[in-house]
């Protein structure tokens, strides 16, 4: 995925309940489990039958860092995959700085540098929005963020934008996996009804 993306969502489905449709990324590591650790980056609400909602998915990432509970966080650094973050203190107090290259060219690494009350959390943005959390990165411990171009759509009951999956009241944990890679403008629908379920389908894309 060289550039944004322009996604438009339909709803050709039968629900009468108004679906909460969600859409988050997974951190493509052998030990992120999305219905625990994903996080809800975009959430669209009230699109009744042939209604419909456009949104753009963009290229570019941020990086940033939280402690005390969230209360405090760093400044927002644009993020590159193949580069390192640090967390430190400086003269000023708390700041994250870039610290040259990742472990791994495919991966975004943020290192923890500072003595905090239950580490610290570092959360990936797209578009403004937490896109991508890891919570409780103890001092000298690193998070560790690998992203492939793909977006997953679910749908929920209960959820808000920026939270994580784990709290939300989900209607399935199966999700629809959106490959972005090579595409411009999309078109994704959902389709069905409570009798036989509903699918989420591509409709076009260039």
Same mark, same amino acid.
């Given at each position: 995925?060289?550039?944004?993306? &322009? *996604? ?6 039968? $629900?009468? @309940? ?9 951190? #493509? ?5 999305? !219905? ?6 975009? =959430?669209?609400? @009230? ?18 860092? %939280? ?9 927002? !650094?644009?993020?590159?995959?193949? $580069? ?6 400086? @003269? ?20 923890? &540098?500072?003595?905090? #009350?239950?580490? /610290? ?8 929005? *937490? ?9 000298? +411990? ?8 793909? !977006? ?6 209960? /959820?808000? #934008?920026?939270?994580?999956? %784990?709290?939300? =009241? !989900? ?6 996996? +959106? ?5 411009? &403008?999309?078109? /994704? ?5 409570? +009798? ?9 894309? +260039?």
């Amino acid at each position: 995925m060289g550039s944004s993306v &322009n *996604i438009t969502y339909v709803n050709k489905s039968m $629900n009468m @309940d108004l679906p909460n449709i969600f859409i988050f990324m997974k951190n #493509e590591i052998p030990t992120f489990d999305c !219905l625990e650790d994903g996080v809800a980056w975009k =959430v669209i609400k @009230d699109v009744g039958r042939e209604s419909s909602c456009q949104f753009v998915f963009p290229i570019d990432t941020e990086v940033s860092s %939280s402690w005390n509970g969230g209360s405090c966080k760093t400044n927002k !650094l644009p993020s590159v995959i193949g $580069n390192k973050y640090i967390v430190s203190k400086d @003269d000023t107090g708390i700041v994250i700085t870039a610290d040259g290259s990742a472990g791994n060219t495919r991966s975004i690494d943020v290192c923890n &540098n500072v003595h905090v #009350e239950n580490g /610290i959390s570092v959360d990936l943005y797209k578009d403004g929005r *937490i896109m991508m959390s890891k919570n409780i990165v103890g001092y000298d +411990q690193k998070a560790t963020f690998v992203l492939h171009p793909k !977006l997953y759509w679910g749908i929920a009951s209960e /959820i808000q #934008e920026g939270e994580q999956l %784990s709290s939300a =009241v !989900l209607d399935s944990d199966h999700f629809f996996e +959106q490959n972005l890679e090579g595409v411009s &403008n999309v078109t /994704i629908a959902l389709y069905g009804n409570a +009798q036989d379920g509903y699918q989420f389908k591509i409709e076009n894309q +260039q």
